[in-house]
């Protein structure tokens, strides 16, 4: 079942919404998912004035390149695929915007995301900060608090749906 979840990636705030101050775990040894690479628009019902995009790119074999555009605003992160107790997800860390790069000593630069690929459909949900408390101190303590809720059918919320675009 290779990435039917992603990290979030990317959903309508769960690349704009960095709550964490540091990564549920920094191991990045999961190949990329071939199918998530490109540039998808969100798909909202009723409002085709979002022009929400995310572009993802093969940074290296087990990395991803993405570039998150909102109302014209830029937003850059490293991704990757990550597995912490059976549950499989994505791990987004903000590199920079188009105003400036973030710094490692910067908080809320982190996020964890689910997706899946349906009929074509990108759908990305981001990891609860309800259930997983986005203020705990360390990556130790978070992934005890990821793990404790992982068959918590709440885990991931805030769902965004993308579609591929050309280019």
């Known amino acids: 079942m290779k990435n039917t979840i992603l990290v979030s990636f990317l959903g309508l705030l769960l690349l704009a919404a960095c709550e964490y101050d540091v990564p549920l775990t920094a191991d990045h040894n999961i190949p990329i998912d071939d199918a998530v690479l490109g540039s998808w628009k969100i798909a909202t019902i009723g409002n085709k004035d979002d022009d929400t995009e995310i572009r993802i790119h093969k ?7 993405v570039h998150y ?22 791990q987004l860390e903000l590199t920079g915007s188009a105003k400036k790069a973030v710094g490692s000593d910067e ?8 997706y899946k690929i349906v009929d074509g459909l990108l759908h990305i949900a981001l990891l609860n900060s309800e259930l997983v408390d986005d203020e705990l101190p360390d990556s130790e303590s978070l992934r005890k608090a990821f793990v404790e809720n992982k068959d918590n059918p709440e885990l991931f919320n805030d769902p965004g749906v993308f579609r591929r675009i050309k280019g």
């Open 59 to 65: 940074f290296s074999d087990t990395e991803y390149a």
């Open 107 to 114: 908080d809320d630069r982190y996020q964890v995301a689910s």
């Open 69 to 90: 555009l909102e109302d014209g605003g830029n937003l850059y992160f490293r991704a990757y695929a990550i597995n912490i107790g059976g549950v499989s997800a994505m």
